[in-house]
Every structure is written in structure tokens, then in C-alpha cells.
Nanobody, 121 residues
Framework: QVQLLQSGGGLVQAGGSLSLSCAASGLAFSKTVMAWFRQVPGKERQFLAITGTGRSINYTRSVKGRFTISRDNAKNTLYLHMNLLNPDDTALYYC???????????????WGQGTQVTVSS
């Protein structure tokens, strides 16, 4: 059974930093495409960053330069380090696992439970 267990997040002031972790089990992590998404109420889930099985990494424009996605295949863990946070970054953050290198949320079969990130002004 595939499980993605998220940790981290919380409340931070604007300009601050937070880190998220996503511990995976039940899948061949090193061979799995991993990504981060976020969602606010009433809006669609938004792609943030993706890391493939090689060294490929991509970000959505709004977080590029501020967020860093990384993975530790030895620990089966995905990370998202977030800097220069602003109130617009407030959302529920999700990690996702799949086989396709894509920004489309529907292509990801497995999801973490979600972690709230709140940025105060």
C-alpha cells in the first residue's frame, strides 16, 4: 500500500521560511516522479514543483527562485524548502507521486494528506 506522509508547514510571517517533508512508502521511490501542489478553498489544485527520476526539476513561475524541491532517495523522502514566503502562499500543500513527468494533478496517482501553510502579513 502506497503512503505519502507529510510533515512540516505551519504559521510564518511574511518573508520567512518553512520546509515540508513527504515520506513515501510502498513504492519504488527512486523510480517515481514526485511533485508538490497547493490548493486554496474554491480554487483548483496548483502545480508548484516537480522532480523526476533523473536530475530534472521544474517549478511554476510564481515560486521559482523562492522554493526548492529536493529528494533523498535513500530516505524515500521528498522535500520542499520555501523562502521569502508571502500571504499569497497561504494554502494547503500536497505532495504527489506518479509515473509521468507532468504538471497536471490528474496524472498523479498518490497524494499526501495535505499540510497547511499560513503566511501572515
Amino acid at each position: 500500500q502506497v503512503q505519502l506522509l507529510q510533515s512540516g508547514g505551519g504559521l510564518v510571517q511574511a518573508g520567512g521560511s518553512l520546509s515540508l517533508s513527504c515520506a513515501a512508502s510502498g513504492l519504488a521511490f527512486s523510480k517515481t516522479v514526485m511533485a508538490w501542489f497547493r490548493q486554496v478553498p474554491g480554487k483548483e489544485r496548483q502545480f508548484l514543483a516537480i522532480t523526476g527520476t533523473g536530475r530534472s526539476i521544474n517549478y511554476t513561475r510564481s515560486v521559482k527562485g523562492r522554493f526548492t524541491i529536493s529528494r533523498d532517495n535513500a530516505k524515500n523522502t521528498l522535500y520542499l524548502h520555501m523562502n521569502l514566503l508571502n500571504p499569497d502562499d497561504t494554502a494547503l500543500y500536497y505532495c504527489a507521486a506518479g509515473n509521468e513527468y507532468t504538471t497536471q494533478s490528474g496524472a498523479f496517482a498518490y497524494w499526501g494528506q495535505g499540510t497547511q501553510v499560513t503566511v501572515s502579513s
